[in-house]
């Protein structure tokens, strides 16, 4: 059976025009993300959001405008559903309390489930880096908005 999986993912970006990443592992496969995750059912787009953030960054976020939606066909890298994304640029509410990474996948401790969260440069930020389509489709347009000339 074939049905739709809506998620919500954040795009939080600092002062210094970096935008947050999470680098997570889940039973052997790594990938790298914007934070967010699944609609859970009966929830709305912006509770939902808040809640992913709490979850995985113990933070609370304003929302602060609708930034893209998957617009073409997303098979789930984890099981047959399609894949609905959508993205919203949020703002913390006051300063993350993270281990914030350098390098990718430098996870604390050990298990199933990993994560960790990085700053990465918008210039800097790779296609190549991100793991899912429609991740990368929001990369390109992350450096469209905001990648600054020059540097």
């Not at 954040?10 to 935008?19: F, M």
């Not at 790594?30 to 934070?35: D, G």
């Not at 602060?64 to 984890?78: A, G, N, Q, V």
Request: hydrophobic share 40%; with cysteine; aromatic share 16%.
């Amino acid at each position: 059976m074939s049905y739709f999986n809506v998620r919500i993912y954040g795009l939080l970006i600092n002062q210094h025009n970096e935008v947050l990443v999470s680098d997570e592992q889940e039973y052997g496969f790594r990938f790298s993300k914007f934070p967010g995750g699944g609609l859970e059912f009966g929830e709305g787009l912006i509770d939902g959001l808040k809640r992913e953030f709490v979850e995985e960054c113990n933070a609370e976020v304003d929302v602060i405008s609708h930034f893209y939606t998957t617009d073409f066909f997303e098979k789930s890298s984890f099981n047959d559903s399609q894949v609905i994304s959508v993205y919203y640029l949020v703002k913390e509410k006051s300063p993350l309390k993270l281990a914030f990474k350098t390098k990718i996948f430098d996870f604390d401790g050990e298990g199933e489930i990993l994560q960790s969260f990085r700053w990465v440069k918008i210039n800097d930020l790779s296609i190549d880096s991100i793991t899912f389509k429609t991740d990368k489709t929001v990369v390109t347009l992350l450096k469209e908005k905001f990648a600054v000339n020059g540097k």
